[in-house]
């Protein structure tokens, strides 16, 4: 199946900087997502993002998919963006495959 | 709100129980994804259905079984339970189930076995 490696798996920033976090996987996919997971263990959709470039907020998401990986950018950082972020990925099954995570913190 | 509802949020049971989790899919959804999210094992596949047949499954032990319903909600039956079984466990749906749909997952349901 398709493997799906994610970068960093640890992340510490203080509030107001900005962060990268990446996401590569070995095969071609239908669909990549990314989600955060918050301290409350909910997982929120942050984007769909099979190919190209997309926005939201403070948000922003790049997926190459030629090139198969993804970039998810967090500019500004918050308190409230700590959590985890996952990349799941879908080939030509069914199965959404997640990464292990980034485990991002930010502190005041 | 991913518009995914999942009960109980949280369950404690024993060792040999028998429980069952339930799912609400989005509105107009027709396709539910279970998954469990352990400390050691991260984010696993169980299995999904699609309008109330079984259309893939992943790593789901012989001791729990799910199923859909015809009104799409979906139960996830988890038996003879382990200490290892304690985990977060995840419904998720998406409109078509197909490989280019968006899932969005629900609050999750905490299983603790003692």
């Known amino acids: 199946g398709i493997q799906v490696e994610q970068s960093p798996p640890d992340l510490i920033l203080q509030e107001g900087a900005n962060s990268t976090l990446r996401c590569n996987f070995s095969?071609?996919?239908?669909?990549l997502q990314w989600f955060h997971q918050n301290p409350w263990g909910q997982l929120i959709n942050l984007f769909y993002i099979p190919s190209g470039t997309k926005q939201n907020g403070r948000l922003s998401a790049t997926t190459v998919a030629t090139e198969r990986y993804s970039l998810l950018y967090i500019s500004s950082s918050q308190t409230t963006d700590s959590g985890v972020y996952f990349c799941?990925?879908?080939?030509?099954?069914?199965?959404?495959?997640f990464g292990k995570g980034t485990l991002l913190t930010v502190n005041p | 709100d991913s518009g995914v509802t999942q009960t109980p949020k949280h369950l404690i049971t024993a060792t040999g129980q028998r429980v069952t989790l339930r799912c609400s899919p989005r509105s107009g959804d027709l396709s539910v994804y279970w998954y469990q999210q352990s400390l050691d094992q991260g984010l696993q596949f169980l299995i999904q259905y699609y309008n109330g047949e079984e259309r893939a499954k992943g790593n789901i032990l012989e001791r729990f079984s799910a199923q859909q319903f015809p009104d799409l909600h979906s139960e996830l039956n988890l038996s003879s339970l382990e200490l290892g079984d304690s985990a977060l466990y995840f419904c998720?749906?998406?409109?078509?189930?197909?490989?280019?749909?968006?899932?969005?997952f629900g609050q999750g349901t905490r299983l603790t076995v003692v």
């Open positions: 799941a990925v879908r080939g030509s099954n069914y199965k959404l495959t």
């Open positions: 998720a749906s998406s409109d078509t189930g197909g490989a280019n749909t968006e899932a969005f």
């Open positions: 095969d071609s996919v239908n669909n």
